[in-house]
Protein backbone atom coordinates (compact mmCIF):
# COMPACT_ATOMS: atom_id res chain seq x y z
CA UNK A 1 0.00 0.00 0.00
CA UNK A 2 0.93 3.59 -0.81
CA UNK A 3 2.27 5.42 2.03
CA UNK A 4 -0.28 6.73 4.63
CA UNK A 5 -1.96 10.37 3.80
CA UNK A 6 -5.02 11.98 5.66
CA UNK A 7 -6.34 14.82 5.58
CA UNK A 8 -9.24 17.23 7.73
CA UNK A 9 -12.22 18.48 6.09
CA UNK A 10 -13.22 20.85 8.34
CA UNK A 11 -12.29 23.53 5.98
CA UNK A 12 -12.80 22.76 2.23
CA UNK A 13 -13.71 23.71 -1.09
CA UNK A 14 -17.25 22.50 -1.57
CA UNK A 15 -17.66 24.56 -4.95
CA UNK A 16 -20.32 22.62 -7.02
CA UNK A 17 -21.53 20.16 -4.27
CA UNK A 18 -25.15 19.45 -4.53
CA UNK A 19 -25.70 18.05 -0.66
CA UNK A 20 -28.51 16.85 0.96
CA UNK A 21 -28.47 17.57 4.77
CA UNK A 22 -31.30 14.92 5.81
CA UNK A 23 -29.45 12.49 3.93
CA UNK A 24 -28.40 9.99 6.01
CA UNK A 25 -24.58 8.63 6.60
CA UNK A 26 -25.80 5.64 5.58
CA UNK A 27 -26.86 6.72 2.15
CA UNK A 28 -24.40 9.24 1.59
CA UNK A 29 -21.71 6.61 1.81
CA UNK A 30 -23.53 4.61 -0.59
CA UNK A 31 -24.34 7.42 -2.96
CA UNK A 32 -20.53 8.60 -3.04
CA UNK A 33 -19.00 4.94 -2.97
CA UNK A 34 -21.07 4.20 -6.71
CA UNK A 35 -20.53 7.82 -7.84
CA UNK A 36 -17.14 6.48 -7.54
CA UNK A 37 -17.36 3.61 -9.46
CA UNK A 38 -19.01 5.69 -12.08
CA UNK A 39 -15.97 7.46 -12.65
CA UNK A 40 -13.78 4.72 -12.10
CA UNK A 41 -15.82 2.84 -14.40
CA UNK A 42 -15.68 5.63 -17.35
CA UNK A 43 -12.14 6.31 -17.45
CA UNK A 44 -11.25 2.35 -17.67
CA UNK A 45 -13.85 1.93 -20.66
CA UNK A 46 -12.82 5.82 -22.22
CA UNK A 47 -9.45 2.97 -22.86
CA UNK A 48 -7.42 6.40 -23.45
CA UNK A 49 -5.00 5.05 -20.67
CA UNK A 50 -3.77 1.84 -19.11
CA UNK A 51 -1.67 0.35 -16.48
CA UNK A 52 -0.43 2.65 -13.72
CA UNK A 53 -1.42 5.59 -15.59
CA UNK A 54 -5.14 4.63 -15.46
CA UNK A 55 -4.92 3.83 -12.01
CA UNK A 56 -3.02 7.08 -10.90
CA UNK A 57 -5.92 9.17 -12.85
CA UNK A 58 -8.58 6.95 -11.41
CA UNK A 59 -7.39 7.63 -7.96
CA UNK A 60 -7.11 11.24 -8.17
CA UNK A 61 -10.57 12.09 -9.88
CA UNK A 62 -12.34 9.64 -7.31
CA UNK A 63 -10.69 11.13 -4.39
CA UNK A 64 -11.30 14.49 -5.85
CA UNK A 65 -14.93 13.82 -5.62
CA UNK A 66 -15.08 12.51 -2.49
CA UNK A 67 -13.59 14.72 -0.76
CA UNK A 68 -15.73 17.44 -1.84
CA UNK A 69 -19.10 15.80 -1.69
CA UNK A 70 -18.31 14.56 2.26
CA UNK A 71 -16.85 18.33 3.19
CA UNK A 72 -20.00 19.84 1.79
CA UNK A 73 -21.95 17.49 3.43
CA UNK A 74 -20.93 17.13 6.40
CA UNK A 75 -18.50 20.10 7.18
CA UNK A 76 -18.29 19.40 10.97
CA UNK A 77 -16.26 15.78 10.31
CA UNK A 78 -13.10 14.72 9.72
CA UNK A 79 -11.75 12.96 6.33
CA UNK A 80 -9.39 10.33 6.54
CA UNK A 81 -8.05 9.57 2.44
CA UNK A 82 -5.32 7.49 1.00
CA UNK A 83 -5.01 10.26 -1.22
CA UNK A 84 -5.09 12.98 1.47
CA UNK A 85 -2.15 15.25 2.84
CA UNK A 86 -2.39 14.07 6.62
CA UNK A 87 -3.45 16.69 9.20
CA UNK A 88 -3.32 15.73 13.05
CA UNK A 89 -6.40 17.70 13.23
CA UNK A 90 -8.53 14.72 12.57
CA UNK A 91 -7.44 13.29 16.00
CA UNK A 92 -9.72 15.65 17.69
CA UNK A 93 -12.68 14.95 15.58
CA UNK A 94 -15.37 12.29 16.84
CA UNK A 95 -16.58 11.50 13.71
CA UNK A 96 -14.00 10.77 10.75
CA UNK A 97 -15.10 9.55 7.12
CA UNK A 98 -12.60 7.05 6.46
CA UNK A 99 -11.94 6.81 2.19
CA UNK A 100 -10.02 4.51 -0.07
CA UNK A 101 -11.08 6.17 -3.89
CA UNK A 102 -9.75 3.04 -5.68
CA UNK A 103 -8.65 -0.09 -3.70
CA UNK A 104 -7.13 -2.32 -5.91
CA UNK A 105 -5.38 -0.01 -8.34
CA UNK A 106 -3.70 -2.99 -9.86
CA UNK A 107 -6.22 -5.05 -10.40
CA UNK A 108 -8.60 -2.00 -12.11
CA UNK A 109 -5.51 -1.26 -14.63
CA UNK A 110 -5.36 -4.54 -16.01
CA UNK A 111 -9.17 -4.69 -16.46
CA UNK A 112 -9.92 -7.20 -13.76
CA UNK A 113 -13.42 -6.84 -11.62
CA UNK A 114 -11.88 -7.71 -7.92
CA UNK A 115 -11.31 -3.83 -7.00
CA UNK A 116 -13.31 -1.83 -5.14
CA UNK A 117 -14.48 1.76 -3.55
CA UNK A 118 -14.86 1.86 0.23
CA UNK A 119 -16.17 4.88 1.97
CA UNK A 120 -16.97 4.26 5.53
CA UNK A 121 -17.73 6.44 8.80
CA UNK A 122 -15.65 5.58 12.05
CA UNK A 123 -17.20 7.27 15.36
CA UNK A 124 -15.39 7.38 18.26
CA UNK A 125 -13.09 4.92 16.88
CA UNK A 126 -15.21 2.50 15.85
CA UNK A 127 -16.32 1.59 12.11
CA UNK A 128 -19.96 2.80 12.54
CA UNK A 129 -20.97 2.89 8.72
CA UNK A 130 -19.89 1.71 5.53
CA UNK A 131 -20.41 1.02 1.78
CA UNK A 132 -17.87 -0.91 -0.54
CA UNK A 133 -18.92 -0.43 -4.43
CA UNK A 134 -17.98 -3.06 -6.12
CA UNK A 135 -18.15 -1.25 -9.79
CA UNK A 136 -16.78 -4.35 -11.70
CA UNK A 137 -19.71 -6.37 -10.57
CA UNK A 138 -22.44 -3.34 -10.39
CA UNK A 139 -23.06 -4.46 -6.59
CA UNK A 140 -22.52 -1.93 -3.75
CA UNK A 141 -22.71 -3.25 -0.18
CA UNK A 142 -23.85 -1.59 3.07
CA UNK A 143 -23.71 -1.72 6.91
CA UNK A 144 -27.58 -0.39 6.64
CA UNK A 145 -29.20 -2.98 4.47
CA UNK A 146 -26.88 -6.60 5.53
CA UNK A 147 -26.90 -9.41 3.31
CA UNK A 148 -28.21 -13.15 5.22
CA UNK A 149 -25.25 -14.98 5.54
CA UNK A 150 -24.95 -17.87 2.93
CA UNK A 151 -24.23 -21.31 4.13
CA UNK A 152 -20.70 -22.48 5.08
CA UNK A 153 -18.61 -23.94 1.99
CA UNK A 154 -17.10 -27.22 2.69
CA UNK A 155 -14.14 -27.41 2.76
CA UNK A 156 -13.56 -23.98 3.93
CA UNK A 157 -12.24 -21.44 1.75
CA UNK A 158 -9.50 -18.73 2.91
CA UNK A 159 -8.82 -15.64 0.84
CA UNK A 160 -5.38 -15.04 0.42
CA UNK A 161 -3.40 -12.25 -1.82
CA UNK A 162 -3.17 -12.93 -5.90
CA UNK A 163 0.34 -11.97 -5.55
CA UNK A 164 1.38 -12.21 -2.57
CA UNK A 165 0.13 -15.10 -0.18
CA UNK A 166 0.49 -14.71 3.69
CA UNK A 167 3.06 -17.12 5.55
CA UNK A 168 0.14 -17.04 8.80
CA UNK A 169 -2.70 -17.39 5.97
CA UNK A 170 -1.26 -20.37 4.17
CA UNK A 171 -0.18 -22.16 7.64
CA UNK A 172 -3.83 -21.50 8.86
CA UNK A 173 -5.30 -22.96 6.28
CA UNK A 174 -3.23 -26.09 5.65
CA UNK A 175 -3.97 -26.75 9.67
CA UNK A 176 -7.90 -26.58 8.89
CA UNK A 177 -7.94 -28.15 5.77
CA UNK A 178 -9.26 -24.71 4.09
CA UNK A 179 -9.01 -23.85 0.19
CA UNK A 180 -6.76 -21.28 -1.05
CA UNK A 181 -8.76 -18.79 -3.45
CA UNK A 182 -6.79 -15.97 -4.41
CA UNK A 183 -8.11 -12.69 -5.17
CA UNK A 184 -7.59 -8.99 -5.65
CA UNK A 185 -8.05 -6.26 -3.25
CA UNK A 186 -8.81 -6.20 0.11
CA UNK A 187 -12.58 -5.00 -0.13
CA UNK A 188 -13.08 -7.60 -2.89
CA UNK A 189 -11.45 -10.55 -0.61
CA UNK A 190 -14.06 -8.91 2.55
CA UNK A 191 -17.43 -8.62 0.64
CA UNK A 192 -16.43 -12.27 -0.86
CA UNK A 193 -16.86 -13.50 2.16
CA UNK A 194 -19.87 -11.36 2.89
CA UNK A 195 -21.44 -12.39 -0.27
CA UNK A 196 -21.02 -16.55 0.70
CA UNK A 197 -18.39 -17.44 -2.10
CA UNK A 198 -15.42 -17.77 0.92
CA UNK A 199 -15.46 -18.28 4.89
CA UNK A 200 -12.21 -16.63 6.03
CA UNK A 201 -10.02 -13.21 5.35
CA UNK A 202 -7.01 -13.09 7.06
CA UNK A 203 -4.49 -10.72 6.26
CA UNK A 204 -1.10 -10.20 8.34
CA UNK A 205 0.68 -8.31 5.80
CA UNK A 206 0.07 -4.72 6.82
CA UNK A 207 -2.59 -2.51 5.95
CA UNK A 208 -4.07 0.82 6.67
CA UNK A 209 -7.60 2.07 7.76
CA UNK A 210 -8.49 3.11 4.45
CA UNK A 211 -7.75 -0.59 3.61
CA UNK A 212 -10.55 -2.14 6.29
CA UNK A 213 -12.63 0.32 7.82
CA UNK A 214 -15.47 0.22 5.00
CA UNK A 215 -15.44 -3.43 4.63
CA UNK A 216 -14.97 -4.19 8.67
CA UNK A 217 -18.65 -2.33 9.02
CA UNK A 218 -20.16 -3.91 6.48
CA UNK A 219 -18.97 -7.49 7.70
CA UNK A 220 -19.72 -6.79 11.45
CA UNK A 221 -23.19 -5.99 10.08
CA UNK A 222 -23.74 -8.69 8.50
CA UNK A 223 -23.02 -10.85 11.76
CA UNK A 224 -19.40 -12.01 10.73
CA UNK A 225 -16.59 -12.13 13.33
CA UNK A 226 -14.35 -8.67 12.52
CA UNK A 227 -10.83 -8.11 14.99
CA UNK A 228 -7.10 -8.24 14.41
CA UNK A 229 -5.78 -11.25 14.33
CA UNK A 230 -5.07 -11.88 18.10
CA UNK A 231 -8.76 -11.15 18.02
CA UNK A 232 -8.91 -7.60 19.95
CA UNK A 233 -10.88 -5.12 18.41
CA UNK A 234 -10.13 -2.47 15.82
CA UNK A 235 -9.97 0.81 16.56
CA UNK A 236 -9.66 3.86 13.76
CA UNK A 237 -8.59 7.59 13.53
CA UNK A 238 -5.31 6.75 15.12
CA UNK A 239 -2.05 9.12 14.98
CA UNK A 240 -0.67 5.99 12.40
CA UNK A 241 -2.95 4.98 10.31
CA UNK A 242 -1.28 1.78 9.63
CA UNK A 243 -3.06 -1.74 11.02
CA UNK A 244 -0.58 -4.67 10.35
CA UNK A 245 -3.58 -7.41 10.62
CA UNK A 246 -7.17 -7.97 9.94
CA UNK A 247 -9.75 -11.16 10.69
CA UNK A 248 -13.04 -11.59 8.64
CA UNK A 249 -14.94 -14.71 9.35
CA UNK A 250 -17.79 -16.57 10.34
CA UNK A 251 -18.34 -16.61 13.53
CA UNK A 252 -18.26 -20.42 14.01
CA UNK A 253 -14.55 -20.50 12.43
CA UNK A 254 -12.89 -17.60 14.77
CA UNK A 255 -11.86 -19.33 17.33
CA UNK A 256 -9.81 -21.73 15.47
CA UNK A 257 -8.74 -19.36 13.08
CA UNK A 258 -6.82 -17.39 16.29
CA UNK A 259 -6.17 -20.36 17.71
CA UNK A 260 -4.36 -21.08 14.38
CA UNK A 261 -2.95 -17.45 14.23
CA UNK A 262 -1.20 -17.65 17.50
CA UNK A 263 0.55 -20.90 17.09
CA UNK A 264 1.80 -19.75 13.94
CA UNK A 265 2.97 -16.46 15.51
CA UNK A 266 4.16 -18.62 18.69
CA UNK A 267 6.31 -21.19 15.91
CA UNK A 268 8.00 -18.14 14.52
CA UNK A 269 9.01 -15.85 17.70
CA UNK A 270 10.73 -19.73 18.55
Known amino acids: MDKAKASDNSVGDTEGADCDMNETDEALAVRLAEAAGVILLGLREAGELTGKALGAAGDRDANAMLCRELRAARPDDAILSEEEKDSAARLSHSRVWIVDPLDGTREYGEGRSDWAVHVALAVDGVAAVGAVALPGLGLTLTSGTPLPLAPA???????????????????????????????????????????????????????????????????????????????????????????????????????????LAASYRTDVAD
Not at 215 to 226: C, D, W
Not at 244 to 255: G, M, N
Open 153 to 259: SRPPKMLVSRTRPAAEAVHVAERMGAELVAMGSAGAKAMAVVRGEADIYLHTGGQYEWDNCAPAAVAAAAGLHVSRADGSPIRYNNANPYLPDLLICRRELADEVLR
